[in-house]
């Protein structure tokens, strides 16, 4: 059975939706039975604001970049087209939901309800007690490749986070395999069992003094359960 959830990061112009924060990017990364599928949302958005110089410096998004990019309003519907009924696998989830359902209650649509997020945060700290749970150190932790990060993007972040939520839910195992894979692997197991020689068994004789010398040894069992079953 096909199990489809949808990665999720975004980035805004700072904290607190309630203050006038907005979104500035959504990055969102199909996976099924935990393997990313190769299709994506992704969308800039101008946020009808200012962007702070501090939150440009995470994300690297700027006034100029964001003028010519289109509003939530423009997306609004593509984006829950795409996200569908499936749960939204997303990093200290309260923060995202926060921003999406600010978007979607601005423009009279219905807010996602918190029961839909799997949040990798508590999952990693309860994995990991006191260890660092973000997502460049759950990367590090399991060697996931953060060399093209210069700036935190919510596409990439979206695919860091896949590879991190994989390995959260156990790792990479055979049956998580995608068919192309299984489907080589299971190849190169009949082509190698093709090449195997077939030996008939061979018979092995004991002599007889080695026989004679077992069933003086088994004489000596006081009740010996065979003995008893004749």
């Known amino acids: 059975m096909k199990k489809r959830e949808i990665v999720l990061d975004t980035e805004t112009t700072g904290l607190n939706p309630l203050n006038g924060d907005r979104l500035v990017e959504?990055?969102?990364?199909?996976?099924?039975?935990?393997?990313p599928t190769g299709v994506v949302f992704h969308r800039y958005l101008n946020p009808e604001r200012d962007v702070p110089a501090e939150a440009s410096r995470v994300h690297g998004l700027t006034n100029e970049f964001l003028a010519d990019k289109p509003v939530?309003?423009?997306e609004v519907d593509a984006f829950p087209d795409f996200i569908g009924g499936d749960p939204l696998v997303?990093?200290?989830a309260p923060f995202d939901m926060g921003f999406l359902n600010a978007e979607l209650t601005r423009h009279g649509f219905r807010t996602l309800p918190m029961s839909r997020a799997v949040d990798t945060l508590p999952m990693a700290r309860k994995m990991f007690?006191?260890?660092p749970a973000s997502l460049d150190a759950l990367c590090k932790r399991f060697g996931?490749?953060?060399s093209s990060r210069d700036f935190h993007g919510a596409l990439l972040d979206a695919r860091l986070l896949a590879e991190v939520y994989l390995e959260l839910c156990g790792g990479r195992q055979p049956a998580l395999m995608g068919a192309t894979e299984a489907s080589a692997q299971s190849a190169a197991m009949e082509q190698e069992q093709a090449q195997r020689t077939f030996r008939q068994p061979r018979e092995?004789?004991?002599p007889p003094d080695e026989m004679a010398a077992h069933e003086e040894w088994l004489a000596k069992i006081k009740n010996a359960l065979w003995k008893r079953a004749g």
């Not at 959504?26 to 393997?35: A, M, P, R, S």
Request: net charge negative.
């Open 26 to 35: 959504i990055g969102c990364v199909e996976i099924i039975n935990f393997l």
């Open 72 to 74: 939530f309003a423009g």
């Open 90 to 92: 997303i990093h200290n």
């Open 129 to 131: 007690p006191g260890a």
């Open 144 to 146: 996931v490749d953060l």
């Open 204 to 206: 092995h004789l004991v």
